[in-house]
């Protein structure tokens, strides 16, 4: 029998990408995705799945302990992306914030503990480290997180580090850059261009669009993933980076480029608070142990957009709670 995932948040953008990778590269691989389908967790993104009989999707909530626990012991390996992630929710209220990246970590680790689970990886986030004047975030640099998103993501880390210290429970975290790709919820920024020019729409640029990001597509994100399956050292951090640094005024400029238009179609509006300036991680660990993006931004970025043309059916029932 080959191994058995648990993934959270499989119905997400980064973990139903994750859960499509296993099934297409491990034959002998079981998938059970675990998801509470809030705004963000879309069963549509995985709905192709279903008649896989190696996968299981479970509709619940990484807080509850009583599945949870049940769910850990049938299973070998956890790969953790249960979170709430977007920066400005969390400004404006980090309730759920704090509930689900906190606490649904802490009854995770709690269930994967009891439960012996060979491989636990958490997947966090660059946002951790908070903005970086120059050169790049190690995994030894210090967590000075700027949002209410990133100072849940950063305690969950932290929770994760102190299972290491107190059980010798070897858990993975992974922190990686700014992601993209297919099933992207369209209120972040890439799919929010994108479906925003598709209906002849204006982009929205914070402020003077000079903070800058390093942008992952989310395929590398999953190989780097499930390579850390195989080889990677329980109980270490890992960066995941792609070295594609952009400003947003870059990023604006490349997708207005792809769909043939010019400035005309930015919209100024105000910057969001603590934003910061720039996220840059040394990914060489990893990149160490093979692992290296596949293709470069921009052809990232044209497949990108193919799909959400090809997928409107897919984000247009979205696109208003965005």
Known sequence: MGRRYLITGG?????????????ENEQDAFVTNLDALTYAGVKASALELDSDPRYTFVHGDVRDELLVDRLT????????????????????????????????TGVLLQAALRNKVWRFIHVSTD?????????????????????PYA?????SDLLVHSYRVTHGFGAIVTRCTNNYGPYQFPEKVIPRFITNLIEGRPVP??????NQRDWLYVEDHCAALHL??????????????????L????????????????????????????????????????????????????????????????????????????
């Open 247 to 322: 400003t947003n005024l870059e990023l604006t400029m490349r997708i207005l480029e792809a769909f043939g238009f010019g400035d005309e179609m930015v919209q100024r509006v105000p910057d969001r608070p603590g934003h910061d300036l720039r996220y840059a991680v040394d990914s060489s660990t990893i990149r160490s142990l093979g692992w290296a993006p596949a293709f470069g931004f921009d052809e990232w970025l044209q497949r990108t957009i193919a799909w959400y043309r090809a997928n409107e059916d897919w984000w247009r029932p979205l696109k208003d709670l965005a």
């Open 151 to 155: 100072a849940s993501k950063a305690a």
């Open 205 to 210: 640029l914070y402020g003077e669009g000079q």
């Open 73 to 104: 012991g049938d299973h070998d390996v956890v790969v953790h992306f249960a979170a709430e992630t977007h920066v400005d929710r969390s400004i404006e209220g980090p309730g759920p914030f704090l509930e689900t990246n906190v606490i649904g």
């Open 228 to 245: 850390l399956v195989d080889v990677g050292e329980g109980g270490e951090i890992y960066n995941i980076g792609a070295d594609a640094h």
């Open 127 to 147: 946002e951790v480290y908070g903005s970086i004047e120059s050169g790049s975030a190690t995994t030894q640099s210090a967590l000075k997180p700027s949002s």
């Open 11 to 23: 119905a997400g953008f980064i973990g139903s990408n994750f859960a499509r990778f296993v099934l």
